[in-house]
């Protein structure tokens, strides 16, 4: 009986891309920094191969002197098949990004993807405060500069192949050269991205 | 090459499906664990091959598709799916192959230690497909044991009912969850609210209800 079931497993196996089957993607993390000096991402959960649920969190977040965190959750689902799709989210406390420069105490970041369709909806912003102006719920990558620093973007929604990326805060660190500005670094905080094809 | 393949994919399928239809027979009379009272929706089931994944966000309360002033913190974050073949053990308990719930309740009302509330299972024993609700593309009852992150409670049981009632999932698809252990659950009993009570309408993310045969 054993036997004839892995004969039976083996006739039914035939690579995804032969099926025609979309194949579903899916990330969320909690903090990214990436500069000359700091490469992290952390917590970070990622769609394994063959689907499921999985699920990485952190009570505190501290990268460098450049951001903390309070109660950070990454988790993604999926599944590879006829029906194909894919969500992540990620969610964090409270949250200070260059010393207080941005704030904010409830950052919810969803992508969602099925085939042909993805969305944002359920990202939100909570108490978010930057350069001392308090923005409420900010239309999707809405920029605003930094004097010194760079530029922020806040609910930032970029299209990929198949699906979406929504960074619910998003810093791109500069710096003045003889030519005009360098970027230098870049701080992702509340990060989802889904897709499937 | 390609259609060559095609149709050896097509021949090795149909020869699966006739040597296990057997296996796949619906078996109407199968049940699972009751924790709670009677529902309006979610009471009549089939033990059969399902499979459903997924997650995203609820607004509870009130748990309608709207979200909540993001400011109030009340909303809850997921990921969850759950598979099984539709066997039933000598106890007629539909059982499932495997699953998982990632589960973060945001209220500050809900926390605990100054941190939200976390909910994850440890095992996912049983499913069941609901026959009898207003979800389009499918539903279930599922459940198994959890943990409290938070305090280590363990071997809790939950159920949770789920809905996939198209696309997209925000505004449309039903999630709600019990651990009667704990006293918690995100349910909305109004018969009125979409899809099929007791869900709750997600207002983001997605439940996905996948073909088996």
Same mark, same amino acid.
């Given at each position: ?25 899916? !990330? ?37 002197? %450049? ?66 102006? !308090? %923005? !409420? ?18 609910? !930032? ?6 699906? %979406? ?33 | ?111 605990? #230690? ?17 026959? #009898? ?20 409670? #363990? ?17 449309? #698809? ?40």
């Amino acid at each position: 009986m054993r036997i004839a079931s892995m004969i039976i497993l083996a006739l039914m196996w035939v690579p995804a891309s032969v099926r025609g089957q979309a194949t579903a993607s899916a !990330e969320s993390f909690g903090v990214s920094v990436s500069t000359v000096t700091v490469n992290q991402k952390t917590p970070s959960a990622v769609l394994p191969a063959d689907g499921g649920t999985t699920q990485d969190q952190a009570g505190a977040v501290t990268v460098a002197n %450049l951001v903390t965190a309070q109660d950070v959750f990454a988790i993604v689902s999926g599944s590879s098949d006829d029906a194909s799709d894919a969500v992540s989210n990620a969610t964090l406390g409270s949250v200070s990004i260059l010393g207080g420069l941005i704030t904010a105490d409830g950052v919810v970041a969803v992508a969602t993807s099925t085939l042909g369709n993805s969305n944002a909806d359920g990202s939100s912003l909570a108490n978010l405060v930057v350069n001392g102006v !308090e %923005l !409420e719920d900010p239309a999707p990558n809405t920029r605003v500069d930094l004097a010194g620093v760079g530029y922020v973007v806040l609910n !930032e929604q970029i299209p990929t192949d198949g699906g %979406l990326t929504v960074n619910m805060i998003h810093v791109v660190l500069q710096q003045p050269t003889l030519t005009g500005l360098r970027t230098t670094g870049d701080i992702v905080v509340g990060s989802a991205s889904s897709s499937v094809n | 090459m390609m259609s060559n393949l095609r149709s050896l994919a097509a021949l090795t399928a149909t020869v699966a499906v006739v040597v296990l239809a057997s296996s796949c027979e619906t078996r109407r009379n199968a049940v699972a664990p009751r924790m709670g009272g009677p529902l309006a929706h979610y009471g009549s089931f089939e033990c059969t091959p399902l499979k459903i994944t997924g997650g995203g966000r609820i607004d509870y309360p009130p748990g309608s598709a709207d979200k909540n002033p993001p400011a109030s913190h009340e909303y809850e974050t997921f990921g969850a799916h759950v598979i099984a073949s539709g066997q039933v053990d000598a106890n007629g308990t539909c059982l499932a192959d495997k699953g998982a719930l990632e589960w973060v309740d945001h209220r500050p009302e809900m926390e605990i #230690d100054g941190h939200p509330l976390n909910l994850h299972a440890t095992a996912v024993t049983f499913a069941e497909k609901a026959t #009898d609700t207003d979800c389009s593309d499918g539903a279930a009852h599922w459940g198994g044991k959890l943990r409290v992150q938070n305090t280590g409670q #363990d071997d809790l049981d939950f159920e949770v009912w789920d809905c996939d009632n198209g696309e997209p999932g925000a505004g449309h #698809d039903g999630f709600a969850i019990r651990v009667d252990a704990i006293g918690y659950e995100v349910m909305c009993p109004d018969p009125d609210l979409p899809p099929a009570e007791p869900t709750c309408t997600l207002t983001g993310g997605n439940r996905q209800f996948h073909p088996t045969h």
